[in-house]
């Protein structure tokens, strides 16, 4: 079975500078990958999402992933947060046999300093 | 365009009574429809998931039980909650097709007392 670590419970960065949200996945082949963000008391919004081809991935918001099949990593970069990007983040994995289900990672909440 | 609605918004109940949320997707058939439960620092874990009216998946042995009546509803019930039942339930469906995204509603707070 599949599974993702995100190694990071929380991260701090300052309003204007880079982001890396790591995450890590297990499983015997490419799976499909997705990052989702969530602002408090509300549900998870789709950022972006790979399932093949060109392995660096842009989304909404300014995001973007790289899939890097030799680490089993998808780490999400953003060039420059902004406070409203204060919120927590989820890296998800999908595969072809799962029957559609997709295990999610414990997610990275990231706090946003001026 | 698909929207997917998920109330109550937030619902207070008693140990011991029953409970049902829905949750009622527009704009597409024939979705996949699942139900997640999103504990504090424990990410989401995923309850049941169904593929088709009538048919349920349940992922974790529990208290709760799902139904999909019609095509686009998804419905999560417990005839006895429990003080452990407390949680944000999340609602999601997703398009066929292998490789489509699951796309999640506002969510549910409940809180037992």
């Known amino acids: 079975a599949q599974s993702v670590t995100q190694p990071d419970i929380h991260i701090t960065v300052s309003e204007g500078a880079s982001l890396e949200l790591r995450c890590n996945y297990s499983?015997?082949?490419?799976?499909?990958l997705f990052w989702y963000v969530q602002s408090p008391g509300q549900g998870l919004q789709l950022l972006l999402k790979?399932?093949?081809?060109?392995?660096l991935v842009q989304g909404i918001k300014g995001f973007e992933a790289e899939f890097k099949r030799s680490q089993s990593s998808f780490n999400l970069r953003k060039p420059s947060v902004h406070w409203s990007d204060a919120a927590e983040y989820f890296c998800?994995?999908?595969?072809?046999?799962?029957?559609?289900?997709?295990?999610f990672g414990k997610g990275t909440m990231l706090l946003v300093s001026p | 365009s698909q929207t997917i609605h998920q109330w109550p918004a937030t619902l207070v109940q008693p140990v011991g009574s029953p409970l049902s949320l829905e949750c009622t997707v527009e704009?597409?058939?024939?979705?996949?429809l699942y139900w997640y439960r999103q504990a504090a620092g424990r990410g989401l874990q995923l309850l049941f998931y169904?593929?088709?009216?009538?048919?349920i998946s349940s992922e974790v042995p529990q208290n709760l039980s799902a139904s999909r009546p019609q095509d686009r509803q998804f419905i999560l019930s417990s005839k006895k909650l429990l003080l452990s039942d407390s949680g944000f339930y999340l609602c999601?469906?997703?398009?066929?097709?292998?490789?489509?995204?699951?796309?999640f509603g506002d969510g549910t707070r409940l809180s037992i007392l």
């Open positions: 999601a469906w997703r398009g066929t097709g292998d490789s489509q995204p699951q796309h």
């Open positions: 499983y015997g082949a490419t799976p499909y």
């Open positions: 169904s593929v088709g009216i009538g048919q």
């Open positions: 790979y399932f093949s081809g060109d392995t």
């Open positions: 704009g597409t058939s024939n979705p996949n």
């Open positions: 998800a994995v999908g595969t072809p046999e799962g029957y559609s289900t997709l295990t």
